[in-house]
């Protein structure tokens, strides 16, 4: 299965998390590529296969700077995502208790509004807890994987 990751980031942990699925997953025979979110715009979702938004939040519950451009284009283009798979890697740190991984859970409300088939439960890395976002994130994208790979050949 292609798998393409999305990342948002401010100062590269989700860029370094999205090397390590890339590597876990291509070790279970997937195709991977990661794009960066600068420059994204919604057609993006044209690609075939699965997509992960692998995003850290920042400011105040925002995403970070690289990914504004892009979610935005997706709020006012509304591109029909009826049948694309979509997995969210969240991190964040609970010390921002108000805001705790709204990064990601924008992003999950936005592909959900647009009818993306959201699989598994959204992970939200905090920075505060003591595990390590790579780790945390290899293991959540194996178990989406498995997840993913017999819907993605049904459709
Ligand atoms: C200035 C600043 C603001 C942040 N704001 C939030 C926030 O509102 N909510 C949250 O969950 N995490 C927040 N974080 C934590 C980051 O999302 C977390 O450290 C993440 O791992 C950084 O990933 P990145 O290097 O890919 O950007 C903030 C971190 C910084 C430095």
């Not at 292609?2 to 999205?18: C, D, F, P």
């Not at 997840?147 to 049904?154: D, K, S, T």
Request: charged share 20%.
């Amino acid at each position: 299965m292609q798998v393409s990751i999305l990342v948002g980031t401010m100062t590269g942990t989700a860029e370094l998390v999205a090397g390590d699925i890339k590597k876990a997953l291509e070790g279970k025979g997937h195709a991977v590529e990661i794009l960066l979110m600068d420059n994204l715009k919604s057609d993006v979702f044209q690609r075939p296969g699965a997509f992960l938004i692998c995003t850290s939040t920042y400011g105040q519950g925002d995403v970070p700077d690289n990914a504004r451009d892009f979610l935005a284009d997706l709020r006012t283009a509304r591109p029909d995502l009826t049948g694309k798979l979509v997995g969210i890697v969240g991190l964040g740190d609970s010390t921002y208790q108000d805001t705790f991984n709204h990064g990601g859970r924008q992003f999950e409300e936005t592909l959900a509004s647009l009818n993306a088939s959201l699989v598994g439960e959204r992970m939200q890395h905090n920075a505060s807890g003591g595990s390590l976002p790579e780790e945390d994130g290899v293991a959540w994208a194996l178990d989406w994987v498995e997840q993913v790979e017999p819907l993605a050949q049904a459709a």
